[in-house]
Structures are given as structure tokens and as C-alpha cells.
């Protein structure tokens, strides 16, 4: 992708409003370019200089990450009939940097093609009839299909692979726009992406969208090609019929000639366009790949019945209830499971096979925390056991043995760590000797180091000195004796590296360039990461596929006690001595500290909100306050396992609280391709999913209609007029039975439609104008409380 320039759209554009241009242009189109100066002098001489240069610009392939959405979902089923399909592109240029033939620069070069089985010349044995070759063997003449008349560019070589498509002349010329027709189909957006996953969007906020011109086709009587549902379920008829929709994003330059009302086919009987991007879909009366049909099944139970609030937490089902009359062992168990643990086996160290309870980060109940976790150093010393009945818990111990093991596989960080624990044991070692030798003052107005003593000397006239006559002494010198040992040397270390003057030095240090700051940075990146679960693996975090079955949404707590623990088994690698550990313990706080800051920027910095990497010294790592305030931060979350995860890869997922200000959010990223997994700083009173403003879709509602939206001031732009004020978009289609948009009849009567509504002139109705008019509100759903609730 070409990236485009930055855009302040993300911090201009409030959460869940959107911007609307009718193009994104570059400043010049891809192509082969000329500059020539002539320099004329007085005299009528004249010199000229010339230079050649070309702008590059995709034109047989797109970057594999260019499509950031897709709509109707690949592979999905629902009830897409009224709807138009569209594609959302993360480079908000693309669709015009390239120039077709014989139009405005307002013209996009692609288009988006829906179409059936029967419209497509081969390519059987792909899901999307795609054929795949060579641009040499797509280039080359066939008497039966027409290519493009294209002019590759310089980096295109005729071995380079392709994939292109074949479609019947007639079927082409019935569902292709016109030249003047495209402008309308593809426009840009600017959307804040705050609220989404990374994914490799560009985070200028701009997106361009390429919109079909034709409504996908659907049949309600089985086909050849229409497979069935003969499956009955809670809210599907007993048998239901789709139609196979296949949607290509092409290339139309070169066929420029065929765009028009009566084209010359010369004789061929198909046309070979560049597929740049393809999906299909099955569009049929079965809701369930709709948006909101799929985020109201994530309420319900599998039996189809409203799921209940505490449903709704990350946990197992209790096979026992937790009340008066359950056995004692069966309410503890009960307990046990509602409180988020579940039992595994374990074998203890003495060869003992028995069952250990386990709870991940993830709890559904507000934590306990245990100052214990971030001073343990060994996983033997968090492993909890109830006497009472006789069982094992190793949640804390299994955190610090994931976070030694993730530290011990990640061979730069463990190098980074070593040289930053070898470094600061030099300089507490330093920081020693100089507090215990009698070689400098101890009263703290002298130099402390030698090379500060000797540039006392310096300052004091050593020269001069040096440069008189010799003098005989005249008192006897002998060297200062050698102070006594300490009785306890490793007591007297202790109480050294514990003093409140040691802690502030080394804390000063880790901010200062030439002190421990080059080697402590790259540590504190990592355990940020770290913090946040970035490598901790997925069992770890759901350790039974029941907690979060198919389409269902899992509220938690992220609980500090494991993260500590996680924390403290990856910064305990390479201590090799009881002083080595006592040092760990001395600066983990300020470790701990500005890892959590740096978490807490941690989304932002990939956003690039916030310039370069985070710093960890921008702040002293040394504060308590700051440590304290960073470590009693309340983090929640949810995880998603839905098909509107994968059908809306950047859904927008936002948390608010009490007082309706959102939440940060900490890390939101696609563990696969069907579950989510988000973290907000604070415990939400709302949260919200909602389809993504740049990706919501166009369409028409019942009856082929439109609601009319305000466009002229003072009025909110893009506010409906009114219930009753409406368009029939469905009265503007081309012959035929293949619902294709006449966008040349469309235009003009919605804009009389507007202008009698509004009862003013509106101007000209452009693209944006259009997609405006067309768009279809995204669908949202709303889960109110601390404990699940939803509506």
C-alpha cells in the first residue's frame, strides 16, 4: 500500500462519528512523467533540461493487507438480499492512483463485481472461479476473450503471477458500472480508530470504500448450486435456501471501451478482468450471519433461552449449587468453580497423581491479591494447600513458572535482563566501597569517587604546587590504615542495598542515559508486554474450551496476583546467589513500576499516538506513589469467540463508566481468527459492540426504501428528516433480473427528492452525497453493568 498522508482524523473524529469525501486523491496518478525547464537568457539562448521519473502504483496486485473488511463477511450466510456489498481498503488513495482512459481524475480505476456461478468462464476448482497465472499468459491474445488493452509498468514482468477472471461478455456488459457510474461507487472515510484492533489499519484514520452497484442475488427455490439447511434450530426455518454470491474487487483499466451503453465485444465471448481481491457469500432468509442476530445469540444459551448474568463470566458451569443443603465437598467444589478455578491433574514432585486446582489471569471475581507473588523466587513458594480438604492450588505457581519459561525462550530478553542485572550489581557494588572506604570523607561534603578526589587536587593548585621549589616535609606521613572488616559482611551488604539511599541511587540511575537506563529500557519494554499476556499462551488463559464455547462473550478481572507471579518468574532468571535475589527484590518495585507504565501506553504507542517507544525513565521509577498508583489499577475485560469477530475483523468494542467517559483500552487483539480479547483500564459500567463506522453497510430497507438524511446547516448533517421521508431506491434499476443500480436515473431523482424534502437546493449529489444517503446505521449492542448485564 501506498502510504498516504497523515490525517488527523483519529483525534479530530469523536468515537462512533465518521467523515465522508467524495475521493482521496494523489497528487499525481501512477504513471510515466516528464520534466522539462528551458532557461531562456537575454541574448536568445535558450538551455534545457529534462528528467524523467515514474510514479509507482499497484496494478496487477494489492498488498495482501490493502482489504481491511469485507461486507457481506466471507463466507458467511444471512440475509445480505438488500444489502450492497463493499470493500474497505486501508490505503485511502488507492482506488485513484491509477487514471483510466478518457476520464476525470475523480474516476477510481476499480470497481467491485457481484456475480453468480453461471456468470464466470472457468476457474471451477476455486471457491471465488479466480484462475491463476502469469501476467504474460493474462496479456496474451484470445480469439474468445477480450483482454485489456494495458500498458504495464516497468516493474511488471510477464513471468510476475496474477489472478484474473473470466466473465461472459453478455453477463459482463448487464452488472458492470459505466464509466460515468464509477466516480459514484467508491468514496473515502474518516473514522477514529481508537476503539479497534490494530490489524495493520493505517492510523491516519482515512479508509477508501468501493462500493457494488448491483444487490446480491437470491432465490427462494433450491438450485443445482444452492445447498440447504435441513437442520432444524431455534431460530431457523426447517429448511432454508441461499444463492451463492461471488464478489471480485477488478481492475477496469483497459477496458475502457466496454464501459459504455452499447460496447463492441469484437467478437468475444468473455472478458478477462485482474481480480485483485475476491470472497463469496450465501445470501438466503437465514439470519444467522447477521450482525445483530449474532451479537443477540452472544445473550442467549445454547438451548435458545436469555443467558442469565452470571452466565456471563469466565468460568465453567457448576455441576453443584453453592447453597444451604448441598454436601460440604459438593459446595466446595461449587465455590471453587464459580470462582473461576478448574480442576486439573497433577502430579506432585514426590510421584503423587492427584488433581490441582487452577485459575488463570482471567477470574471471574474480583481477585485477592497477595503481596507474596511479587516477592516470590521460586514456584515451590506460591503453591497453595488446603488442609481442610486436601488439595492443591497452583495458579500462582503456574504464572511464575509461564513467565521464567517465556523469559528463558526469548533469548534477546534474557541477554538484555543479564546485562542489566550485571549492571546494576556494579553499580551497587560501587555505591558500597564507596560508603565503607576511609579513603574519601564520610561526611558527605567531600568528593565521593577517586576520580572527584583527584579533580580536587586539580582545582586546588596541584600545578603551582608541583611547579615551587621542593620543601622538606615537616611531619612524618604514613598511608591511612585499612578500615576493619564488618562482623557481618553480608549483613552489613544487606542493610546497604536496603537503606533508602541506596534505592534512590539506583532508581536515579535507571533514568540517567549513562547510568543503567540503556540496559533497563529494553527490560521493561518486554515485561510491559508481558503484563499485558502479549506471549502468555492461550490454555493458560482459558484453560477449558467450556468456559468460552462458539458464539459467546465472556466478561473478567484480570487478576495483579498472577500477573505478579508471571512478573517475577521472568525477572528471576539468571540469579545466581542469595545476594543476587535480595538485589532482584531491592529494584523489582521500580521495575514493576515503569513496566506498568509503559503498558498502560503500550496500544497508543502502537497507534503511534504517542511519538517513538515509550520511555520507561520519563518518569522516576523510583516513585512509590507512582508504583502504587499503577499497581492498584483495576483491569477488566472480555473475551469473544463469535463469527463477528472473523465476519468484522476491526468490530469496535468500547467501554464506559459510570459517568459515560470510555475507558482506556489496554490491548485489544485477535487471539485467531474467531476470538478477541480486550482489556480496559477500570471496571466499565457499559460496554459496547458496535459494527465499524468505516465498514457498516449500504443497502435498502423493507420494501426497497430509503430514509432521506439532512444535508444543509443547521441541522446535524446526516440526520434523518424524518419517518415518512423516504426513496425508493429500488425503482432504479437496469432491465433485467439482475437488480443492478442505473445510477444515471438514480442521481438525479434522489436529488430532487432531497431538494423537495429539504425545500432548498442541495447541489450537486457526489459520491459521498450518495454513500450517505445509502448507508445503513450500524447495528450496536449494549452490555450494562460491572456484573454482565445487557440489553
Not at 482512459?101 to 479466480?130: F, K, M, Y
Not at 488442609?387 to 534474557?414: H, I, K, N, Q
Not at 583527584?454 to 608541583?466: E, H, K, N
Not at 463477528?644 to 459510570?658: E, H, I, K, M, T
Request: charged content about 20%.
Amino acid at each position: 500500500m501506498t502510504p498516504g498522508p497523515q490525517h488527523p482524523a483519529r483525534d479530530t473524529i469523536p468515537l462512533g462519528d465518521l467523515e465522508l469525501h467524495d475521493d482521496y486523491l494523489p497528487a499525481l496518478p501512477a504513471g510515466d512523467y516528464r520534466v522539462e525547464v528551458t532557461h531562456t537568457l537575454q541574448i536568445g539562448q535558450e538551455f534545457t533540461a529534462r528528467q524523467n521519473f515514474t510514479v509507482r502504483g499497484p496494478q496487477v496486485a494489492i498488498d495482501t493487507g490493502a482489504v481491511l473488511a469485507r461486507q457481506p463477511p466471507d463466507g458467511s450466510r444471512g440475509r445480505f438480499a438488500e444489502v450492497l456489498p463493499h470493500v474497505v481498503l486501508g490505503d485511502p488513495m488507492l482506488p485513484w492512483e491509477r487514471a483510466l482512459r478518457g476520464t476525470s481524475r475523480h474516476t477510481p480505476w476499480l470497481a467491485l463485481l457481484v456475480l453468480t456461478d453461471d456468470q464466470l468462464v472457468g476457474g471451477a476448482d476455486t471457491p471465488t472461479r479466480t484462475i491463476a497465472g502469469t501476467v504474460g499468459a493474462f496479456l496474451a491474445s484470445d480469439a474468445a476473450v477480450l483482454k485489456p488493452s494495458l500498458k504495464v509498468e516497468a516493474d511488471v514482468g510477464d513471468a510476475d503471477p496474477c489472478a484474473y477472471i473470466q466473465v461472459a461478455a453478455e453477463e459482463f456488459h448487464a452488472v458492470a458500472p459505466r464509466l460515468d457510474e464509477l466516480r459514484f461507487l467508491a468514496h473515502c472515510r474518516g473514522a477514529n480508530t481508537g476503539d479497534r484492533p490494530i490489524l495493520g489499519i493505517q492510523e491516519d484514520g482515512l479508509f477508501a470504500v468501493v462500493v457494488a452497484g448491483r444487490f446480491p442475488a437470491s432465490s427462494t427455490t433450491p438450485t443445482q448450486n444452492t445447498p440447504t439447511q435441513n437442520t432444524p434450530t431455534q431460530n431457523t426455518p426447517t429448511q432454508n435456501t441461499a444463492t451463492k454470491n461471488i464478489v471480485h474487487l477488478v481492475s477496469l483499466e483497459g477496458h475502457e471501451d466496454v464501459l459504455v451503453a452499447d460496447p463492441d465485444f469484437r467478437g468475444r465471448t468473455s472478458v478477462a478482468l485482474l481480480s485483485l481481491a475476491s470472497w463469496s457469500f450465501w445470501a438466503c432468509p437465514d439470519p444467522q450471519a447477521d450482525f445483530a442476530d449474532l451479537a443477540e445469540g452472544l445473550t442467549r444459551t445454547p438451548d435458545g433461552a436469555r443467558a442469565a448474568r452470571q452466565d456471563m463470566w469466565l468460568r465453567l458451569a457448576s455441576p453443584y449449587q453453592d447453597a444451604d443443603g448441598t454436601p460440604a465437598p459438593r459446595r466446595q467444589v461449587a465455590r471453587r468453580i464459580n470462582d473461576g478455578y478448574v480442576p486439573l491433574p497433577y502430579l506432585t514432585r514426590s510421584g503423587e497423581a492427584t488433581f490441582g486446582w487452577y485459575r488463570g489471569p482471567l477470574t471471574p471475581v474480583v481477585p485477592v491479591t497477595t503481596a507474596a507473588a511479587a516477592q516470590a523466587t521460586t514456584a515451590d513458594a506460591l503453591i497453595g494447600y488446603d488442609p481442610a480438604w486436601g488439595s492443591f492450588d497452583l495458579s500462582l505457581a503456574t504464572a511464575f513458572e509461564t513467565g521464567r519459561a517465556l523469559a528463558v525462550a526469548d533469548a534477546a530478553f534474557a541477554q538484555h535482563l543479564l546485562a542489566f542485572k550485571h549492571a546494576a550489581r556494579h553499580l551497587a557494588d560501587t555505591l558500597y566501597h564507596q560508603a565503607t572506604s576511609n579513603h574519601l570523607p564520610q561526611d558527605g561534603d567531600g568528593p565521593r569517587t577517586a576520580r572527584a578526589a583527584f579533580g580536587t587536587l586539580l582545582d586546588g593548585g596541584l600545578l603551582t604546587t608541583l611547579g615551587a621549589p621542593p620543601s622538606r616535609p615537616t611531619t612524618p606521613w604514613s598511608p591511612p590504615a585499612p578500615a576493619a572488616p564488618p562482623a557481618d559482611a553480608t549483613g552489613s551488604l544487606r542493610d546497604f542495598l536496603s537503606s533508602g539511599a541506596t534505592q534512590a541511587a539506583l532508581a536515579e540511575a535507571l533514568a540517567e542515559d549513562d547510568g543503567l537506563k540503556e540496559h533497563f529500557a529494553p527490560v521493561a519494554q518486554w515485561l510491559a508486554r508481558l503484563m499485558l499476556l502479549h506471549p502468555v499462551p492461550f490454555t493458560h488463559l482459558v484453560p477449558d474450551e467450556r468456559m468460552l464455547p462458539k458464539e459467546s462473550l465472556r466478561f473478567f478481572h484480570l487478576d495483579p496476583s498472577w500477573v505478579d507471579a508471571l512478573v517475577s518468574g521472568a525477572f528471576g532468571v539468571g540469579a545466581q546467589s542469595s545476594r543476587d535475589t535480595f538485589q532482584d527484590r531491592i529494584v523489582a518495585a521500580a521495575v514493576r513500576a515503569a513496566a506498568a507504565r509503559v503498558a498502560a501506553a503500550h496500544r497508543d504507542t502502537l497507534r503511534s499516538a504517542v511519538p517513538g517507544d515509550q520511555d520507561p525513565g520519563d518518569q522516576d521509577p523510583g516513585d512509590q506513589h507512582a508504583h502504587d498508583q499503577h499497581s492498584g489499577q483495576h483491569v477488566s475485560g472480555l473475551l469473544l469467540r463469535s463469527a463477528l469477530v472473523s465476519g468484522w475483523p476491526n468490530l469496535a468494542v468500547r467501554a464506559l463508566d459510570a459517568d459515560g467517559a470510555p475507558l482506556p483500552v489496554l490491548r485489544m487483539d485477535h487471539l485467531s481468527p474467531a476470538v478477541l480479547l480486550c482489556l480496559f483500564g477500570g471496571l466499565p459500567a457499559m460496554v459496547e459492540l458496535r459494527e465499524p463506522q468505516e465498514g457498516f453497510r449500504f443497502g435498502v430497507q423493507d420494501h426497497g426504501l430509503i430514509p432521506l438524511r439532512n444535508m444543509l446547516p443547521p441541522r446535524p448533517l446526516g440526520e434523518q428528516l424524518g419517518a415518512d421521508v423516504t426513496f425508493p431506491v429500488l425503482d432504479h434499476l437496469r432491465p433485467g433480473a439482475r437488480r443492478v443500480l442505473d445510477l444515471g436515473s438514480l442521481v438525479p431523482a434522489l436529488t430532487a427528492a432531497l431538494e423537495a424534502a429539504h425545500g432548498a437546493a442541495v447541489g450537486a449529489v457526489g459520491p459521498a452525497d450518495l454513500a450517505m444517503q445509502m448507508v445503513k446505521v450500524p447495528e450496536a449492542i449494549h452490555f450494562t453493568g460491572p456484573d454482565g448485564a445487557h440489553r
